[in-house]
């Protein structure tokens, strides 16, 4: 099987999906993910990559129940699926390959 790439973004939305578990829908990402990094996120952006995340089989999605605050809208959780975990897994790997190439001289302080 082609190893799948994610990009940067794709990685933090997938990454927080898992950490949500079953409480992940569009809001819930937005949020955690503006709480997590300090970096502002429109949800359009984030519903996009939930989406194309679906599309590329890394994510599955149910609807949950129609609720009154909602206006009776049905929230869409999203679930990592067994390639999505694969995919995190990887790109794990991969970073901490890169970090652990690194010259230790490469993140010492200046005048430290």
Same mark, same amino acid.
């Given at each position: 099987?082609?190893?799948?790439? @994610?990009?940067?973004? +794709? *990685?933090?939305?997938? =990454?927080?999906?898992?950490?949500?578990?079953?409480? /992940?829908?569009?809001?819930?990402?937005?949020?955690?993910?503006?709480?997590?990094?300090?970096?502002?996120?429109?949800?359009?952006?984030?519903?996009?990559? @939930?989406?194309?995340? +679906? *599309?590329?089989?890394? =994510?599955?999605?149910?609807?949950?129940?129609?609720? /009154?605050?909602?206006?009776?809208?049905?929230?869409?959780?999203?679930?990592?699926?067994?390639?999505?975990?694969?995919?995190?897994?990887?790109?794990?790997?991969?970073?901490?390959?890169?970090?652990?190439?690194?010259?230790?001289?490469?993140?010492?302080?200046?005048?430290?």
């Amino acid at each position: 099987m082609k190893r799948a790439f @994610l990009g940067e973004f +794709e *990685e933090v939305v997938l =990454l927080t999906v898992a950490i949500l578990d079953e409480s /992940a829908y569009g809001v819930t990402v937005t949020q955690e993910i503006e709480q997590k990094t300090g970096r502002a996120v429109g949800f359009s952006t984030v519903h996009t990559t @939930l989406q194309r995340l +679906e *599309e590329k089989g890394f =994510l599955s999605s149910r609807m949950g129940g129609a609720t /009154a605050e909602r206006g009776g809208r049905r929230k869409r959780f999203f679930m990592v699926t067994a390639a999505g975990r694969k995919a995190l897994s990887e790109v794990k790997q991969i970073r901490e390959q890169l970090w652990d190439s690194l010259p230790p001289q490469t993140l010492q302080l200046m005048g430290g």
